[in-house]
């Protein structure tokens, strides 16, 4: 049987494992960004880089490989050598892109979960001018004129429009999906009224509601943001159970050896705790830390894949690629 490249270097790497740990790392770390500097995958990686480079004491670069709302960046690190020296830091898209487009590499199979780094709900909310001031104002308009109520996202199959879409079902009405290619355009038209709401993260949407150039009316975690009191979860507006949440990971190539994962994790999540990034994640993209190890991240991301890839199929959702 001829083995594969891959295969060969995870059987050699496997062998004096705790030798090879104590060694490593040895030359370049890669951290792999699936995704445009900005946004709020790519300032956790650079936020973490300094630190992160002293406390394992390698030089770290931070590659953006952007595409396929993060799936392309994802195949490179799958098959990249589990050595320890290629990461991937993720999005909540990890999670729906197996059911939403068709991908070169299997999600669970080909990448081993590494931290958990933390979560954070989803927003929803409106132009001022509209008359809307709760979900039950909302759902109600929605009823007495059927796919009249329209909602702006960040795109097809985004975990907005996903939860829109779970949210109608267990509501019993229909809206009018309007996706953007990303938060600023959406933003935008919200603000001018073009559409009746909008649906996003609360870094996105927070600054807005503060300003008070949106109304919030929900927002789907399971606790009330600190810095947004007085606006009610979707559990609190008569949904019981119902909560989504972004959310961000870290994965390694398949094969890379435990010690190197366990190490690496948690490093990156002292990293993440010392209190000058954690003030920033939590005020500037409002993350609820979790910095859960390998397992943690392994349970949470089977039982996302589960909960959004249904929503997917049941309703016919196809991506843009």
């Given at each position: 049987m001829k083995l594969s490249r891959r295969a060969i270097l995870a059987g050699a790497f496997a062998a004096p494992l705790a030798a090879r740990a104590q060694?490593?790392?040895?030359?370049?770390i890669k951290i792999v960004v699936p995704f445009p500097p900005g946004?709020?995958?790519?300032?956790?990686?650079?936020?973490?880089?300094?630190?992160?480079?002293?406390?394992?004491?390698?030089t770290i670069i931070i590659e953006n490989k952007p595409g396929a709302s993060g799936s392309l960046g994802a195949a490179q690190v799958a098959k990249a050598a589990p050595d320890g020296g290629t990461w991937l830091f993720v999005f909540d898209t990890q999670a729906v892109n197996p059911a939403l487009m068709h991908l070169t590499f299997d999600s669970e199979k080909d990448l081993d979960p590494v931290l958990l780094i933390g979560t954070a709900p989803n927003?929803?909310?409106?132009?001022?001018?509209?008359?809307?001031?709760?979900?039950?104002?909302?759902?109600?308009?929605?009823?007495?004129k059927p796919a009249a109520v329209s909602f702006a996202s960040i795109g097809t199959g985004s975990l907005g429009h996903l939860s829109m879409v779970l949210l109608g079902k267990r509501a019993g009405v229909r809206w009018t999906h309007v996706p953007y290619r990303g938060g600023g355009p959406a933003m935008n038209d919200a603000i001018a009224g073009h559409v009746d709401l909008i649906i996003g993260s609360a870094a996105l949407v927070t600054p807005q509601v503060k300003a008070g150039a949106l109304r919030g009316i929900v927002q789907t975690g399971t606790?009330?943001?600190?810095?947004?009191?007085?606006?009610p979860t979707v559990v609190e507006s008569g949904y019981a159970g119902f909560e989504s949440s972004a959310w961000w990971g870290v994965f390694a190539p398949h094969g890379t050896p435990k010690p190197l994962i366990?190490?690496?994790?948690?490093?990156?999540?002292a990293t993440l705790r010392e209190p000058s990034i954690a003030r920033q994640l939590a005020d500037t993209l409002q993350i609820d830390l979790k910095l859960g190890g390998p397992e943690e991240l392994r349970t949470f991301f089977a039982d996302q894949m589960r909960i959004w890839g249904a929503v997917v199929r049941e309703n016919g959702i196809k991506g843009d690629t």
């Amino acid at each position: 049987m001829k083995l594969s490249r891959r295969a060969i270097l995870a059987g050699a790497f496997a062998a004096p494992l705790a030798a090879r740990a104590q060694s490593w790392p040895v030359g370049l770390i890669k951290i792999v960004v699936p995704f445009p500097p900005g946004g709020t995958v790519d300032p956790i990686a650079r936020m973490a880089q300094p630190s992160l480079q002293q406390r394992l004491g390698a030089t770290i670069i931070i590659e953006n490989k952007p595409g396929a709302s993060g799936s392309l960046g994802a195949a490179q690190v799958a098959k990249a050598a589990p050595d320890g020296g290629t990461w991937l830091f993720v999005f909540d898209t990890q999670a729906v892109n197996p059911a939403l487009m068709h991908l070169t590499f299997d999600s669970e199979k080909d990448l081993d979960p590494v931290l958990l780094i933390g979560t954070a709900p989803n927003i929803l909310a409106t132009n001022p001018s509209r008359p809307y001031r709760t979900l039950s104002d909302i759902v109600a308009a929605a009823k007495d004129k059927p796919a009249a109520v329209s909602f702006a996202s960040i795109g097809t199959g985004s975990l907005g429009h996903l939860s829109m879409v779970l949210l109608g079902k267990r509501a019993g009405v229909r809206w009018t999906h309007v996706p953007y290619r990303g938060g600023g355009p959406a933003m935008n038209d919200a603000i001018a009224g073009h559409v009746d709401l909008i649906i996003g993260s609360a870094a996105l949407v927070t600054p807005q509601v503060k300003a008070g150039a949106l109304r919030g009316i929900v927002q789907t975690g399971t606790k009330r943001l600190a810095n947004l009191p007085d606006l009610p979860t979707v559990v609190e507006s008569g949904y019981a159970g119902f909560e989504s949440s972004a959310w961000w990971g870290v994965f390694a190539p398949h094969g890379t050896p435990k010690p190197l994962i366990e190490r690496f994790s948690g490093e990156l999540a002292a990293t993440l705790r010392e209190p000058s990034i954690a003030r920033q994640l939590a005020d500037t993209l409002q993350i609820d830390l979790k910095l859960g190890g390998p397992e943690e991240l392994r349970t949470f991301f089977a039982d996302q894949m589960r909960i959004w890839g249904a929503v997917v199929r049941e309703n016919g959702i196809k991506g843009d690629t």
